[in-house]
């Protein structure tokens, strides 16, 4: 479990969730990863998801919010090895025994690579990711699809269209509005956007 979990306590038996994709949604509704059967939360209360900076938690609009060590989460939210989230009657605490720091751990399998690209894919994944890869901010943004088709000189539906397959080469199934965002982060961890693995 060295990609990191949570031990969820308060909620009945305490249960380990491990964190082994690059969201996991909790909530009231029983379709959440991981589902917290309380009045107190929301059907759809807070995420957790892997940036290439490490975990972060955040509320997603709830009706009775998300604390981190007593502090009330207003925005995304860097997670540390040992932190205490309070969702309703539920306290997590999340462990990540291998600190996402950027060395590899012996025994830690390395990111796949990345998949083959055509020459304009691997451009829009360079202007994609280069909010990810300069840093500046711990949480950076994607650039949005008309600031994407301007760096390139091309039109918005193209860019939508290359978007799509860049979704099925990276295998990125789910349809929200964190897609981009996960496209970069999947993008900069297998190594496609310029950078060492």
């Known amino acids: 479990m060295t990609a990191g ?9 305490v249960r380990l969730v491990p964190l082994t994709t690059d969201a996991l949604t909790i909530g009231r509704a029983p379709g959440n990863e ?14 957790v998801e892997r940036f290439p900076s490490g975990w972060t938690i955040r509320d997603l609009g709830s009706t009775n919010g998300t604390t981190v060590n007593g502090a009330a989460v207003r925005e995304a939210r ?9 969702i309703g009657p539920a306290r997590l605490l999340f462990r990540a025994p291998a600190e996402l720091t950027g060395t590899r751990t ?6 796949p690579a990345p998949p083959a690209l055509t020459r304009r894919e691997q451009e ?12 500046g901010t711990p949480f950076p943004e994607p650039p949005t699809v008309r600031v994407l088709a301007t760096a390139l000189g091309v039109s918005e539906s193209a ?6 397959n860049l979704y099925d ?4 199934v789910t349809n929200d509005e964190r897609r981009r965002s996960r496209l970069a ?3 900069v961890r297998r190594g496609a956007a310029g950078l060492p693995g």
């Open 34 to 47: 991981l589902p917290i059967d309380s009045k107190l939360v929301s059907r759809l209360h807070a995420l």
């Open 78 to 86: 860097l997670l540390r090895d040992g932190d205490r989230v309070e």
């Open 106 to 111: 012996v025994g830690v399998e390395p990111p």
């Open 5 to 13: 979990y949570l031990e969820v306590h308060g909620v009945g038996a």
């Open 185 to 187: 982060g999947e993008a």
């Open 159 to 164: 860019v939508k269209k290359h978007l799509t």
């Open 169 to 172: 080469k990276f295998g990125l």
């Open 124 to 135: 829009l994944v360079e202007v994609l990711c280069r909010p990810y890869v300069e840093g």
